[in-house]
């Protein structure tokens, strides 16, 4: 664990140098502590993949009162040996047809796969949550299979609908919202990424677990599901 200054109120907190579970695990473990003992000095938490960066509150607690207390903190946590299967898991229904996976064909063609295979492929992994963010909601998943990995497109498209569930190298993600993007599209699902009712105002957080759930295109419709293209 690392400690650095950014500015005079906000600090980066360093949790490992590499992507993967463990410190993903790690950064969930830190973030939810921060939030259950030092929120009344906490102005804004964002987390990464190996890292947090924390704006802290000059008014409650100086610059070396902020370090002392989040190495506390975070000693605590590690003396507890959280294990990585105490991660929350998230089952998110996909529909995988080709009303909704845009660029299937092309994924086909470029991997060798069939469609089947690619549909099996990507929802027999369990994922990590490793970063949200590029738009409110969008978490970043790893790792898909190694047969799945997919460069990004060579010209994004304008507008991705809503729910669309892409790859790109060794990630995969759902768009939460209509945005400009570039991940290859393999599927669309009917829940809402964005939760207004949750602490971090999205359905999955950093350290979270995901799994698909390949659902037909009558239970995708009955879960609300669309096949417009916003």
């Known amino acids: 664990m690392k400690l650095e200054s950014v500015n005079e109120n906000t ?8 992507i993967c579970d463990e410190v993903a695990q790690r950064v969930r473990q830190v973030l ?22 924390l704006s802290f509150d000059l008014r409650r607690v100086d610059r070396l009162g902020m370090f002392s207390r989040l190495q506390a903190l975070i000693q605590r946590l590690e003396q507890a040996e959280a294990s ?16 909704v996976a845009l660029d299937m064909a092309e994924i086909c063609q470029h991997l060798g796969l069939s469609a089947d295979e690619v549909i099996a492929l990507h929802s027999s992994v369990s994922y990590r949550v490793y970063a949200i963010g590029f738009s409110p909601g969008f978490a970043f998943l790893g790792n898909t299979d190694p047969r799945l990995s997919m460069p990004r497109k060579s010209t994004p498209r304008l507008k991705v609908p809503r729910g669309s569930l892409g790859i790109a190298d060794n990630q995969t993600a759902i768009y939460p919202s209509v945005t400009p993007g570039g991940w290859q599209l393999i599927g669309r699902t009917p829940a809402q990424m ?18 698909f759930e390949p659902v037909s295109r009558q239970e995708y419709l009955s879960l609300g599901g669309q096949f417009d293209e916003l």
Do not use: H, K
């Open 11 to 18: 600090l980066l907190i360093s949790l490992g140098d590499e």
């Open 32 to 53: 939810d502590g921060i939030r259950g003992e030092l929120a009344p000095f906490v102005i804004d938490l964002v987390p990464s993949y190996t890292s947090i960066l």
């Open 84 to 99: 990585l299967e105490d991660a929350r898991e998230v089952v998110v229904p996909v529909y995988y047809g080709e009303e």
């Open 194 to 211: 964005i939760d207004w009712n949750s602490r971090s105002l999205a359905l999955m957080e950093v350290g979270d677990r995901v799994r």
